[in-house]
Structures are given as structure tokens and as C-alpha cells.
């Protein structure tokens, strides 16, 4: 098989790349990416000398490099995305570019090559915020009703994906997936923000009251959901993935990093809350389960003690980004 993944050299993308190269070793792989700030090709360097990798530097806005990679690939993993909240609060714009327009860029350019299936990568986000304490879970059939920039985008094009299935007949499906966690996470999110910060000897900022509820699964989890979606899954279906069966807040998830890393609680910072932050979200993954025989399988305390093992171990890799994001963090935490 012939795959085009775009936003390869991001976090997620990265992990997909690795763990495809890894299963597939008789497929052939083009990793897709602008190189933003959270592109980072040394997330692949061991891959460079790999015959059946190839990485092509370009925009998903632009038709003409689209059109161009696009040729003579069977399937198309999107994961190409503008993807901090955080960000889409200081600047909305590119997240509507990249988000809508680039993908819709890629649709087109899907439909021209007749790939056999674009998989759209996309996020719990997109169905809004769910009551702290309730038992409620977001699933295939929850309306849309995302609140921070960010998470429109994604809604919108979650949209045009569906909306070229319907009108062109494009074979696509969708993830929307629960927050991601592991290796190569940019360290401005929070589980890398945390644990590379305690290296550093430095506090950890946690937003509000530290309630907030995500259902984080571990990102080679999210890997292999990707994997049985595209090998099983059915053209013009959706698919919700999450991680955990019970909520952890921010502020507990927090404090199993600090005790996993040897610190007192007195690390933590409460800072001032986010505007708009979602309370809750918890995803249904009966449906992965019951159609394709998927489940996560790594625990979130093996995956946190993973994560921080590869931090602690891969300083190299982390330190130049958080020197680049200097800028964002003095934007984002103006009263620290
Ligand atoms: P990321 O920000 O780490 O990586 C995004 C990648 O896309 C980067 O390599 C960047 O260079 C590339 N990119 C951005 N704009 C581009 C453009 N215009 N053209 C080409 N490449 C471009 O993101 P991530 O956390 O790996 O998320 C990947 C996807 O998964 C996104 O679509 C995101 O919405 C979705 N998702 C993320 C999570 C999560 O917890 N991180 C959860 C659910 C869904
Ligand atoms: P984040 O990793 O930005 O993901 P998202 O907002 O897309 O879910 O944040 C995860 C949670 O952690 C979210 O509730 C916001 C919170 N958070 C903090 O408390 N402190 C921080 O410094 C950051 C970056 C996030």
C-alpha cells in the first residue's frame, strides 16, 4: 500500500509513522508537512535512510504541491492541523486555513486521484463540553456543538469531509479521538509541559480550579485504532476512541506525575483559568470495540511512567522547542 500522511512530523503523526513503518514494512510511506513550529523532523530522523519513506516539505493549502504528492497513493491519513486550543485562543485564523481550507484542499485533490480512502484525524473536541460529575459520554451519534476555535475548525471539517462522501462519493472515515499523550508530544500541552518543567525544577501551571476531565489515551493506542480503521473499518462510517472507563481530573492526573517524579504538591501552580474551557469529556468506544476488536491497551500509569522515562531520556529532542515556544508561553501565562 501506498499511504500520503499529512502532518507527519507532529506528535501524533510522528507516533503513526513510526508504528506503521514498523508493522508495514512492505508499504510505503510520504510524510506530508509544513513544519510549523510542531513539526519537527527529528521525530524521524531513524527513518531518513528508510527506501520506503519519503518526506515532502509543503503546505495543505497549496493545490499545486497537493495535487502533486497526491498522485498514485492508495490511502491518505490527515493529520496535518493547527492543534492548541491554547494557540486558537491568541490567533484564530490559521486554525480556520489550515483546519478548513487545507483540507478541503486535500479533498479535491482525494477525489482527482481516486485514493481508495481519506482517513480524517479528528477529536472529541468537536461535540463540546460534557456536565462535570455526570455519567454522560460522547459517541457516533452526538450532535456538534464545539466551543473554542480550535475545536469549530475541526467541526468544520469533519463537515467537508463528510460533505464530499455524500456529494462526490469519496470513500472517507473519520476518528474523533480523546486527548493523546506519550513520546514526542509538543511540550507546551500539559502532560509534557509538566514533566519537563519538574526536570527543570520548575512549577507546574494548572488552569482554574484543576477539575477539568479529559479521557487521555495513550498515543500508540491511538496508533493502533488508526491501524484496525483502515484495515477493517467501513468507507463512510465515523468512529469514537477514548481511553480511560473512569474521569481523572487535570489536578489528579497532575499529581500522578509528581509522585511518579519524586516531587511534593507544592509544585503545583494554579494559574488563571482558560476562556471558554470545557469541563468534561469522556468518549463511548463501544463501537471500535464491538465492530473491530479494538481497546486501548496500555493503562494510564504505565503510559505516564513510559512518557516520562522517554523525557527524562530525550532532553535533546524537547529542550530546543520549549526555547522555540518561549514567546507563546509569555503570551499564554502573562500573570506568572
Ligand atoms: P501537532 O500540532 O503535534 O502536529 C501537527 C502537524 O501538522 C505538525 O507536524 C505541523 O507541522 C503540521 N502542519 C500544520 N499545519 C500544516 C499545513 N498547513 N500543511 C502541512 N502540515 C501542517 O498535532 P497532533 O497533536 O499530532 O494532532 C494531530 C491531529 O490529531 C490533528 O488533526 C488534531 O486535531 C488531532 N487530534 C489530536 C489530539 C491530541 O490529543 N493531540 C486528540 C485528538 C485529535
Ligand atoms: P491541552 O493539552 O491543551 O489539551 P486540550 O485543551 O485540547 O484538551 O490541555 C489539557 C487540559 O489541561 C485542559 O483541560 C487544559 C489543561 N491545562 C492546564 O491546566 N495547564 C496548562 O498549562 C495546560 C497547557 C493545559
Redo the contacts with the bound molecule.
Sequence with gaps: MKLLV????????SNFIHFWVKNHPEDQVVN?????Y???KESLKDLESNPNYRFVH????DPTAVASAMAGHDIVV???????VDRSILGPGVFLQ??VI?TQVLLDAALKAQVKRFHH????EVFGSLELGSSEKFDEHTPYDPRSPYSAS?AGSDHIVRAYGETYGLPYSITN????YGEF??PE?LFPLAITNLIEGKKVPVYGDGLNVRDWLYVQDHCSAIEAVLLKGKAGETYTIGGLKEDVSNVEVVKKILQLMGHSEDMIEYVKDRPGHDRRYAVDWTKMNEELGWSPSVTLEEGLQRTIDWYKNNEAWWKPLKEKAQGFFQQNYKSL
Excluded: P, R, V, Y
Excluded at 502532518?7 to 503523526?13: M, Q, S, V, W, Y
Excluded at 509543503?58 to 493549502?61: H, K, R
Design positions: 499529512t502532518g507527519g512530523a507532529g506528535f501524533i503523526g506530508f508537512d509544513k513544519l510549523t510542531a513539526g519537527n509543503a503546505d495543505i493549502t490527515h493529520f496535518a492541523a493547527e492543534s492548541h489550515t483546519n487545507g484525524i479528528s477529536t472529541d475541526k479521538c480523546s486527548n493523546n508530544h509538543f500541552k
